[in-house]
């Protein structure tokens, strides 16, 4: 076992394979310790220089009705009347708490997706 900590684009490719390698370690064997380390590093590396942004709340749910197969006016009983949801939907009014803990409740929208603030458009 070479584990060296990951610093670069290279480095951290040269992880990736010997993971791929390593999948199908048992556990408590030399193996298997070498796969949980190297995945420890590469997940540190990847929060690091990978960082993934969380989704934009109006994103999520428009991304949420898509996966569900809903529309607009399926979210009436969730956020308002039909010109709420609209301007909702349209980035022209923002998350009340009311309608974030129907969202997560309904569609199962973590709480911490729909709480930023974000610019609405006038």
Known sequence: ???KPIKTE?????????LELLM????????GDELDILATLV??????HHAIEPPHPVEAIRFRMEQMGLVDADLIPIIGQRGRVSEVINFKRPLT???IRRLTATLHIPAETL????????
């Open 97 to 99: 708490l009311p309608m």
């Open 24 to 31: 199908d370690a048992k556990p408590d064997t030399p193996e």
């Open 1 to 3: 076992m070479n584990i």
């Open 115 to 122: 709480i930023p603030e974000y610019q609405i458009s006038k």
């Open 10 to 18: 290279a480095d951290h490719k040269q992880a990736l394979a010997r």
């Open 43 to 48: 997940d540190a590396y990847e929060r690091q």
